[in-house]
Nanobody
Framework: QVQLVESGGGLVQAGGSLRLSCAAS????????MAWFRQAPGKEREIQAA????????RSADSVKGRFTISRDNAGGTVYLQMNSLKPEDTAVYYC????????????????????WGRGAQVTVSS
């Protein structure tokens, strides 16, 4: 069983930056593909970025390409989401997710792929 805990959320002005962290425990972080999703009020949860268990493959949603970067530190069991040039429409609860995978390069952008979820971190971007 994997436990995921997000941190680093908060209030930032438009154009600013935040870095979210997701600490994984209770499992072997190196065996898990990871991803960040977000859910804004009244909207569906949507993918932001995903990373394979090796860190070799990454994918980002079109809406955040060039602004958000996902990375991981397998030694420390942490996945990051660096968010730059934030916009008010980025305001949402951001969730970390994990799925055990067989291959180092497996990556997925769909919610149903992920078995484990954190409780979320609020990000608010003011205009």
């Amino acid at each position: 069983q994997v436990q995921l805990v997000e941190s680093g959320g908060g209030l930032v002005q438009a154009g600013g930056s935040l870095r979210l962290s997701c600490a994984a425990s209770g499992g072997r972080n190196r065996n898990y593909a990871m991803a960040w999703f977000r859910q804004a009020p009244g909207k569906e949860r949507e993918i932001q970025a995903a990373i394979s268990r090796s860190g070799e493959n990454t994918r980002s949603a079109d809406s955040v390409k060039g602004r958000f970067t996902i990375s991981r530190d397998n030694a420390g069991g942490t996945v990051y989401l660096q968010m730059n040039s934030l916009k008010p429409e980025d305001t949402a609860v951001y969730y970390c997710a994990a799925a055990e995978t067989t291959y180092d390069t497996t990556i997925a952008l769909t919610q149903s792929f992920y078995e484990y979820w954190g409780r979320g971190a609020q990000v608010t971007v003011s205009s």
